[in-house]
């Protein structure tokens, strides 16, 4: 690979959507994910890996924890803002980023509960890039509660649908409210990923070149990238589009279209202010937190 600009390459996106495939793929494009053998390990929820660096897991663990509120709740961002600007939490930040920086090449992080802290880590990463997955939250809805509820809970036909399609609102609005003003971002669809591995590869493998002053002439990297790509674990895909599932909102029926969207037009302009929550929303998923 040809000398390139050493910036962070942040993939952002709910559980179960597709997020270790993309930084598997970012990972063979040639970035650098840390230090860390167990990066690639994986297990019955995610068989190629999770690709996130485990000594970050720590420092988010205490973010989650570091606000007055909790991290549903509307006023968590502008609490861990200012956390950013206090020397504890800071250096705590800045040691786990400078061994990224040392190999002196492209890094990325992935770790969805990046989606909730992007105030905290914007004020930290230097000049960052971003891909963000979409996937149909239903799909994601079904495949996070096998993993999710209990067996008791599951054998008494509890479901979680409501409660992951507003956590997924909660992140994707997080993400499109914090990066609205950020121009390098990609949005890659998982549908699309899985339908067309070849397309949807090139696209992230020119976003990343563009991004960080590679070439596009190494065709080896790219197949690489494509290779990834295992429709066969694909296995939750509902014929129901999300425009009928009963459990979505208008609200958030209106923000899985703006995503796709962004899918062809990353630029496109959008207000995430037409997406609101319903009053009280964070009560419902602390007490799903609690219980599950």
Request: aromatic fraction near 12%; hydrophobic fraction near 40%.
């Amino acid at each position: 690979m040809a000398e390139i600009k050493p910036r962070p390459i942040i993939i952002l996106g709910v559980d179960r959507s597709g997020t270790s495939m993309v930084s598997e793929m970012v990972s063979r494009w040639g970035a650098y994910g840390g230090p860390d053998p167990t990066l690639s390990t994986g297990d019955e929820k995610n068989q190629r890996g999770y690709w996130e660096y485990e000594a970050l897991r720590p420092l988010l663990d205490e973010l989650l924890l570091c606000a007055d509120v909790s991290e549903w709740h509307p006023m968590y961002r502008v609490e861990l803002k200012k956390r950013s600007q206090e020397t504890y939490y800071r250096k705590k930040a800045e040691d786990l980023i400078a061994p990224m920086e040392i190999p002196g090449k492209p890094w990325f992080w992935k770790d969805p509960d990046l989606c909730l802290m992007l105030s905290f880590w914007l004020e930290l990463w230097k000049d960052p890039v971003f891909v963000i997955t979409v996937r149909n939250p239903y799909d994601s809805a079904v495949s996070m509660e096998k993993f999710v509820l209990s067996d008791e809970l599951r054998n008494k036909k509890y479901r979680l649908i409501t409660a992951y399609l507003l956590r997924w609102q909660c992140f994707m609005v997080s993400i499109l409210s914090e990066l609205n003003r950020k121009p390098e971002k990609i949005f890659l669809q998982y549908e699309e990923l899985m339908e067309s591995p070849d397309v949807q590869a090139k696209r992230l493998f020119e976003f990343l070149n563009r991004a960080c002053g590679a070439s596009d002439d190494d065709h080896d990297r790219l197949q690489n990238m494509v290779q990834v790509v295992t429709p066969g674990l694909w296995r939750n895909r509902s014929p129901m589009p999300l425009e009928r599932v009963p459990q979505a909102s208008k609200e958030q029926k209106g923000l899985y279209q703006l995503l796709c969207q962004l899918t062809e037009n990353p630029a496109e302009p959008y207000s995430v202010a037409r997406y609101p929550m319903y009053a009280g929303w964070w009560e419902y998923l602390e007490l799903v937190g609690y219980i599950t």
